[in-house]
């Protein structure tokens, strides 16, 4: 009786000593995640000191090194009144700024269809093949960068340097330009910092991406410092992208046509290392038709920019 006493507590002190040895790993294990996700949204003072010494050596000048490119769905109101919004915005601060009509996918015919394949646009065996949307939202993606490559090489004595694609759909407030400027030096300063010789794509609309507690996203991605990560895998939406013209021209001599839907595409090019994607959190730019992730806590707002 004895004998049977001492197995059942030996047996009761094992299930114990295991419960408590999944206790410490599952602590250990939530320790390693919080704190990456300290060291991905915090900044440190020192860096912070080191930040300021070259602040004004890497500003970007809006007015001179920056091309706007709007894609409006001229069928939504809602979306066409915030293209024009947003162009007029850029307009007052004296920046180049164009919106091109997006093709309407609802009602794309076969024959277009072969069209886009024979001009090299679209792969004749685009995944998802019936999803006529994602091949005319591929195919608008392609006009916006066309049209930046255009202007920069057909207007005389220009200094473009980069264009900023916007879908119709972005968000932006009247303290952009400002935010845009000071994301744009600390990315400059974070690719000094890490050797980096270039970049391709800068993200201002992360969505998931920004959410330090969506570790499927989080750990896809390579903090550098301040608001400034680094894509490993994958790439997040089109809805807001600052690029040099000149990566623009390399995606299209070398990236097309597209085989699949245009966000996944630029993220098949960001993890095999043919471009270099980068993210800024917070976002500086929101999305109609959701949660805005510049202030979560609020409504949306209808447009960008208030009357």
């Not at 759909?169 to 994301?183: G, P, V, W, Y």
């Not at 805005?292 to 960008?304: G, K, M």
Request: hydrophobic share 40%; proline share 3%.
């Amino acid at each position: 009786m004895k004998s049977c006493m001492d197995e059942t507590e030996k047996e009761n002190e094992k299930k114990l000593l295991r419960k408590k040895r999944e206790r410490l790993i599952i602590f250990l294990l939530a320790l390693a995640v919080l704190s990456i996700l300290y060291q991905s949204t915090l900044i440190s003072r020192n860096d912070a000191i080191i930040f300021k010494i070259d602040e004004k050596e890497k500003e970007l000048n809006c007015s001179k090194e920056l091309i706007v490119v709007v894609m409006s769905a001229k069928w939504d109101e809602k979306r066409r009144n915030n293209s024009k919004q947003i162009c007029q915005y850029f307009s007052k601060n004296k920046v180049k700024c164009e919106s091109i009509n997006s093709i309407d996918g609802r009602n794309l015919s076969t024959k277009r269809k072969q069209h886009f394949i024979e001009q090299g646009y679209i792969h004749h065996n685009f995944v998802p093949a019936n999803k006529s949307t994602k091949i005319a939202t591929a195919v608008t993606k392609i006009m916006a960068m066309q049209l930046a490559i255009d202007l920069k090489r057909l207007t005389p004595n220009n200094d473009w340097k980069y264009v900023l694609l916007l879908e119709d759909d972005a968000l932006i407030d009247n303290n952009f330009l400002k935010h845009l400027q000071h994301r744009f030096f600390e990315l400059q300063y974070y690719l000094k910092q890490y050797n980096i010789d270039h970049w391709d794509l800068f993200q201002l609309f992360g969505r998931q991406w920004c959410n330090p507690w969506n570790l499927k996203k989080r750990l896809r991605l390579k903090y550098l410092g301040h608001s400034i990560y680094q894509y490993q895998y994958g790439f997040a939406l089109f809805t807001a992208i600052l690029s040099p013209i000149s990566s623009v021209q390399t995606f299209l001599d070398h990236c097309l046509p597209f085989q699949f839907s245009s966000d996944l595409w630029f993220g098949h090019f960001v993890r095999n290392g043919f471009f270099h994607a980068f993210l800024t959190c917070p976002p500086i730019v929101g999305e109609i038709g959701g949660p805005s992730l510049i202030f979560p806590h609020l409504s949306h707002r209808t447009f960008s920019v208030p009357n």
